[in-house]
Every structure is written in structure tokens, then in C-alpha cells.
T-cell receptor, first 112, second 113 residues
Framework: QKEVEQNSGPLSVPEGAIASLNCTYS??????FFWYRQYSGKSPELIMF????GDKEDGRFTAQLNKASQYVSLLIRDSQPSDSATYLC????????????FGQGTTLQVKP | EPEVTQTPSHQVTQMGQEVILRCVPI?????FYWYRQILGQKVEFLVS????????KSEIFDDQFSVERPDGSNFTLKIRSTKLEDSAMYFC???????????FGDGTRLSIL
């Protein structure tokens, strides 16, 4: 069973701090990795995607990928109360059909 | 910014009835997907669709489920005889290529009574 694992949290950080969210995946054939943000009762919203080992930065967000360790992370700098949401990590399968395998999600709470 | 559109936003149906959930993917996208999320659980893959055929389906996607692209813009999910356990949020997504980011619609909340 191919899986993506996340700590469900909640992860609580003060406003202005760095939030660090982590994810591991089991399918070594996965090539594409995505972070989605999901507010309660809403749909997943794409935040970041990463295909290569290393870091990828976009504004306050940095995604990190280590394929050898099968580990993906998301850093949120200068966290804001509006960042409070559930963050979903997803990996594609090795079948090349685009199927995404989602983790359970980590709930982030940013306290003013 | 182009977006995926889903209708209806909420569907209430008696057990055993057929439902059709509708989606309009982003216009230049080629890959289409359905996912579901039972309340409090993870988002689960149902089916991927490319070039007018199913490219992959999950164990959840049994004979009660079917998908169709009836015209150049709509993508539908049909559940033939609904069960109580089909109650969930159903999300449609689309992408330009198979491994590119998928953009999700707002979802249809399906409630089976």
C-alpha cells in the first residue's frame, strides 16, 4: 500500500515565526510532490510543487525534497493567522497517470 | 485565473438513487480526476481520465461508479445506486499534463439519506 504520512498536529506557532511541516512517502517511484492548503469545509488549494531534490522558494513558502530519505517538507516564514489551515502533502504514484496520494494533513494554528 | 467549476455544491439523495456530479475542468487541461474526502479523513483518489478513457481507478471506484466526458467541456461522475457510505465531499481536479499540478474545484458535498 503506497502511503504518504504526516503528523496530524496541531502545530501551533506564534505569528511571525517559521512553521515547519513534514511528510514522508513510501513509493520510490513518485516523482512529483505537492503541498495543498485546505481550510475547513473548503477544497485543497495548491501552494507549492517540487520535482527535484533540494529547495524551492516562492514568497514566504519553501518546499524541500530529499528523495533518498523519501522526505518532503514545507517551511512557512513570517507565519500569519490567515495561514491557519490544514496542509496536505501529496505525491504522485509511479504509474504516470497523475494519481495523487494524499497524507492525512497537518493542522497549523498561528496565534496572534 | 481559470478555475475548475463543480455543480451542484450540495446534493442530497435517497439511498439507492443515482446521482451525477458535474465538473467543468480548466479549458486547456487534458487530464481529469475525481477524488473524495469523507468528513475528517484524507483525500482519496477515485479515478483519472485522459484521452477519453480511464487511465487509472482505485479500489473505491467499483461498478457503481462511472465517468464520462459527454462534450468538450464537461466531466461527470455517476454513482448508479448510492449507499450511505458514499456520503462525502467529491472533488474534481484537472491538470495540463499527467504529473503537473492539479487544480481542484470547490467540491460537491454528497449526502445520502
Amino acid at each position: 500500500q503506497k502511503e504518504v504520512e504526516q503528523n496530524s498536529g496541531p502545530l501551533s506557532v506564534p505569528e511571525g515565526a517559521i512553521a515547519s511541516l513534514n511528510c514522508t512517502y513510501s513509493d520510490r517511484g513518485s516523482q512529483s510532490f505537492f503541498w495543498y492548503r485546505q481550510y475547513s469545509g473548503k477544497s485543497p488549494e495548491l501552494i507549492m510543487f517540487i520535482y527535484s531534490n533540494g529547495d524551492k522558494e516562492d514568497g514566504r513558502f519553501t518546499a524541500q525534497l530529499n528523495k533518498a530519505s523519501q522526505y518532503v517538507s514545507l517551511l512557512i516564514r513570517d507565519s500569519q493567522p490567515s495561514d491557519s489551515a490544514t496542509y496536505l502533502c501529496a505525491a504522485d504514484g509511479s504509474s504516470n497517470t497523475g494519481k495523487l496520494i494524499f497524507g492525512q494533513g497537518t493542522t497549523l494554528q498561528v496565534k496572534p | 485565473e481559470p478555475e475548475v467549476t463543480q455543480t451542484p455544491s450540495h446534493q442530497v439523495t435517497q439511498m439507492g438513487q443515482e446521482v451525477i456530479l458535474r465538473c467543468v475542468p480548466i479549458s486547456n487541461h487534458l487530464y481529469f480526476y475525481w477524488y473524495r474526502q469523507i468528513l475528517g479523513q484524507k483525500v482519496e483518489f477515485l479515478v483519472s481520465f485522459y484521452n477519453n478513457e480511464i487511465s487509472e481507478k482505485s479500489e473505491i471506484f467499483d461498478d457503481q461508479f462511472s465517468v464520462e466526458r459527454p462534450d468538450g467541456s464537461n466531466f461527470t461522475l455517476k454513482i448508479r445506486s448510492t449507499k450511505l457510505e458514499d456520503s462525502a465531499m467529491y472533488f474534481c481536479a484537472s491538470s495540463g499534463q499527467g504529473r503537473q499540478p492539479q487544480h481542484f474545484g470547490d467540491g460537491t458535498r454528497l449526502s445520502i439519506l
